[in-house]
T-cell receptor
Framework: GQQVMQIPQYQHVQEGEDFTTYCNSS?????IQWYKQRPGGHPVFLIQ?????EVKKQKRLTFQFGEAKKNSSLHITATQTTDVGTYFC???????????FGTGTSLTVIP | DAGVTQSPTHLIKTRGQQVTLRCSPK?????VSWYQQALGQGPQFIFQ???????QRGNFPDRFSGHQFPNYSSELNVNALLLGDSALYLC??????????FGPGTRLTVL
């Protein structure tokens, strides 16, 4: 069954509004990675989180790893049209070397 | 420094045929993973190669096989193609503990 779920599946926002996508795993993760995929492109690595409760920021993007290491979130402040794409989380379980990708959140930014 | 490269970029095959896709990892990376991404879905892990051996395998049939060469490049082979094998095939490389970098992918269409 699906190992990693993301919500929402789709999100339309007005340019300048904030955006958040949530990632939930059925099992504890050793680390989690976030990727952005533009339409017609391939996933591009954004960040990796390893520690429980870790928070990392990249300009307008804030990434958080849950205390239980089973969930994560990506928050974008004041979205821009360049933020358009699908955002995926990918979790690595404590056993094995397989990354489980989430279902993705497709972000549309309306100018 | 070239990133991950894949060939060919596009491929059209008919049912029952066999296909070989190729991947060259990013310089300094020794681990290669292959993913299948159907339209509108997240990447699904096929398998991972390290030190020329398959280290981890996802839920894919034996029709999917691979190889890693001493220079860390890799091939993905799919036998007896089915219509459902039509997808974007992504190769990702990394070295232990670091981020995965994806190649541009090979778009396979099975008619």
């Amino acid at each position: 069954g699906q190992q990693v779920m993301q919500i929402p599946q789709y999100q339309h926002v007005q340019e300048g509004e904030d955006f958040t996508t949530y990632c939930n795993s059925s099992t504890t993760l050793s680390n989690i990675q976030w990727y952005k995929q533009r339409p017609g492109g391939h996933p591009v690595f954004l960040i990796q989180l390893v520690k429980s409760g870790e928070v990392k920021k990249q300009k307008r993007l804030t990434f958080q790893f849950g205390e239980a290491k089973k969930n994560s979130s990506l928050h974008i402040t004041a979205t821009q049209t360049t933020d358009v794409g699908t955002y995926f989380c990918a979790g690595l379980r404590n056993t094995g070397n397989q990354f489980y990708f989430g279902t993705g959140t497709s972000l549309t930014v309306i100018p | 420094d070239a990133g991950v490269t894949q060939s060919p970029t596009h491929l059209i095959k008919t049912r029952g045929q066999q296909v070989t896709l190729r991947c060259s990892p990013k310089s300094g990376h020794d681990t290669v993973s292959w993913y299948q991404q159907a339209l509108g879905q997240g990447p699904q892990f096929i398998f991972q190669y390290y030190e020329e051996e398959e280290r981890q395998r996802g839920n894919f049939p034996d029709r999917f096989s691979g190889h890693q060469f001493p220079n860390y490049s890799s091939e993905l082979n799919v036998n007896a193609l089915l219509l459902g094998d039509s997808a974007l095939y992504l190769c990702a490389s990394r070295t232990l503990g670091l981020a995965q970098f994806f190649g541009p992918g090979t778009r396979l269409t099975v008619l």
